[in-house]
């Protein structure tokens, strides 16, 4: 892995990641792709979008369909027919949120599957074989994801855990295609992360992520923390936020110092029937747009907003066609996608904090407000109606 810093705006960057299976220009937006595939996309769909990078999950990748027939198809690229860079999760965060029962120490995590019941044990040097059996380009430690709102003292203790999987991940890490990213822990409290990250720098790796955020707090507090512990990071070394996905967030995470950004947020989102645009968000069952021949947004470019109506999208989703769904999830990607582009462009030319200002005074950049959601003229009365 080659990472050189192309330009910076204040503290906003625009890099360039040089990976085996291709080179990513920063801010980037990672599609998830957990079970080695994002949700209603083909490959084709996806590299239409220009995603650079997708995200896939060891922790589901593991339980199903096994290493075994991943590493007989050649790894994951293969298997998945994505010949673009790949990314994976550890997967402790599942473990956390997914696992009935599990038993966690210095040892690692023993865990039932929430797919047959069995159980799973991970360790670091597990995990980490694992990855590189799938042969991703970026693979994550283990670590131990707390909620923010757990107390100190369980905090403290994920911190010190992490840290010691850390430092096995790093002894265990022998594929050197596959770049090992450490992830800072410590919930809101400035001093753990500042722990956290001066442990993790003192090995020496590739990159970071910043982990436990998004994970039960409201974002507005997080805020300050995820500034702090962006600034500790090394500059010569990529810096990505994990699982941070309104549009808003990001912006104000790229003006921290941040540089790579995944969530499942804007295809769930499409999968539900809910856009994100210029003008904020549109959930395309509403009755106003029975009879509205216009694209999703006319501002943008994509497939969907190129060929399709918001009318006969509606008609598509009450009828519970798929095709919704893909065309939707189509326009969320490419929309966070744009973003990112937009971002660089911003960075390049000097105008990142202008275009930080405008688009959060914008209603596409109050997302989390319930406000955001169609600001089209005459949708007044058919909220009332749906």
């Not at 290493?67 to 997967?91: K, V």
């Not at 994801?145 to 265990?172: F, G, H, K, M, Y």
């Not at 968000?281 to 509205?292: F, M, T, V």
């Not at 021949?293 to 501002?299: A, K, L, V």
Request: proline residues 5%; aromatic residues 8%; hydrophobic residues 40%.
């Amino acid at each position: 892995m080659r990472f050189s810093l192309d330009d910076t705006d204040g503290r906003a960057r625009a890099a360039t990641l040089e990976l085996p299976h291709g080179t990513l220009t920063t801010p980037v937006f990672m599609p998830v792709g957990t079970q080695g595939t994002v949700k209603a996309m083909t490959t084709a769909l996806l590299e239409d979008t220009g995603a650079q990078i997708i995200l896939g999950n060891t922790y589901h990748l593991f339980l199903r369909p096994g290493a075994d027939i991943i590493a007989r198809a050649g790894g994951l690229h293969r298997f998945s027919a994505w010949q673009r860079p790949i990314l994976t999760d550890s997967g402790g965060y599942q473990v956390y949120s997914l696992a009935k029962l599990r038993t966690l120490n210095d040892s690692g995590v023993t865990f039932q599957s929430h797919i047959d019941g069995s159980m799973v044990e991970f360790t670091p040097e597990k995990v980490v074989a694992f990855q590189e059996l799938l042969g991703v380009d970026i693979m994550m430690q283990l670590d131990e994801c707390p909620p923010t709102t757990a107390n100190r003292d369980q905090i403290t203790a994920a911190v010190q855990r992490s840290l010691l999987w850390a430092e096995r991940s790093r002894e265990a890490w022998q594929r050197r295609e596959s770049a090992l990213f450490g992830i800072v822990q410590g919930g809101l409290h400035e001093d753990l992360r500042a722990a956290s990250a001066a442990g993790l720098i003192a090995l020496d790796l590739p990159g970071y992520a910043l982990g436990g955020f998004s994970v039960g707090e409201d974002m507005q507090h997080s805020y300050p923390a995820i500034a702090a512990s962006a600034a500790l990071l090394p500059p010569d070394k990529p810096r990505y936020l994990m699982g941070i996905g309104f549009p808003e967030d990001i912006v104000r995470a790229v003006g921290f110092g941040l540089d790579m950004f995944d969530c499942v947020l804007p295809t769930r989102c499409a999968r539900n029937g809910l856009c994100f645009y210029s003008e904020g968000r549109l959930r395309i069952k509403n009755a106003c747009y029975r009879d509205d021949m216009r694209p999703i947004d006319p501002q943008c470019a994509c497939y969907a907003c190129r060929t399709v109506s918001r009318a006969y999208l509606r008609h598509l989703f009450l009828a519970d066609e798929i095709s919704a769904l893909v065309l939707m999830t189509i326009h969320n990607l490419h929309y966070y996608l744009e973003l990112c582009r937009c971002m660089r462009a911003a960075i390049m030319a000097g105008r990142f904090r202008e275009f930080q200002d405008s688009f959060l005074a914008s209603p596409a950049g109050h997302a989390h407000d319930a406000a955001a959601t169609d600001n089209d003229p005459g949708c007044a009365q058919a909220h009332k109606q749906t």
